[in-house]
């Protein structure tokens, strides 16, 4: 299936290049403090960002002390203003889907994606991918929509009271995966729903271990400032995992090295 390319899209850029660069967007408040609080000390690492944007974070890789950092974009139009305004001498963007990094020949200790996982159709291949890009014991951190949010094929719905005022969720669908068509800025926007049991088994098929997963939510004080996030309590907006690569050397050593039976004498 061909990658959707929405970004190079003049109207969704330019509403989507307005969301990022609101202070008291969700992805500033909530998700980008969590994918950052899983990443490992980045001193002396190569960095894969996949789906980088822009570039912000790459530039941060660098700044937190990544030897190397790599970010890869399917929109030439994002990559373009990543190299006019998040370059550097230890950075590279290049434009490259998400579903072709089969083609990067080279290793690194972390990949990270955010935001940009629920736009690819096989999440499998995806992270069998990754996984062949890592070294052993290399992280792999990355966000998406929630699952909640993806799973209604009518788009996210609210329950309201007779004042607008927002009750609860309205959940449907959940445990139907596949494509998804929204209207998101523009019509047309095709991303894919997974149940989490699909995500985490599909990690664990690829050989990864997960670390760590959150659900981020707002904290009192964002709520106080802005009480529209007081809905993110009943249904988040973002997951985050954080998995590790498997030591390969290590697990066929263990498969093939024999057995040493001891004895001990009782006296």
């Not at 990543?82 to 579903?99: H, K, Q, R, T, V």
């Not at 972390?110 to 996982?117: E, F, R, T, W």
């Not at 998995?243 to 498969?255: D, L, T, V």
Request: glycine fraction near 4%.
């Amino acid at each position: 299936m061909q990658p959707q390319n929405i970004f190079d899209n003049e109207v969704f850029f330019q509403g989507y290049k307005n969301l990022r660069e609101n202070p008291n967007s969700a992805n500033i408040l909530e998700e980008k403090p969590a994918i950052f609080s899983l990443l490992p000390d980045l001193t002396g690492k190569k960095v894969l960002d996949l789906g980088c944007g822009y570039g912000e974070n790459c530039n941060l890789f660098s700044k937190m002390g990544a030897k190397k950092v790599v970010g890869i974009d399917v929109s030439s139009k994002m990559l373009a203003i990543a190299n006019a305004e998040n370059s550097g001498d230890n950075i590279l963007y290049e434009n490259i889907c998400m579903e072709n990094i089969f083609s990067i020949n080279e290793k690194f200790d972390v990949v990270v994606s955010s935001l940009a996982i629920h736009y690819i159709h096989d999440f499998s291949k995806l992270v069998s991918n990754v996984n062949r890009l890592l070294n052993d014991y290399g992280i792999f951190v990355f966000s998406q929509e929630h699952p909640l949010t993806t799973a209604p094929k009518d788009g996210a719905n609210w329950f309201k009271n007779a004042d607008g005022s927002i009750t609860h969720y309205k959940l449907t669908d959940y445990a139907i995966n596949g494509e998804r068509t929204v209207s998101w800025l523009v019509d047309g926007i095709r991303k894919y729903h997974r149940t989490f049991s699909s995500i985490i088994n599909a990690l664990i098929d690829a050989d990864f271990t997960i670390k760590k997963m959150l659900e981020p939510v707002p904290t009192k004080e964002i709520i106080a400032r802005d009480p529209s996030f007081a809905k993110d309590l009943h249904k988040p907006n973002f997951l985050v995992i954080k998995a590790e690569r498997n030591n390969k050397n290590i697990e066929k050593f263990s498969a093939t090295a024999p057995t040493i039976i001891t004895q001990r004498t009782i006296l």
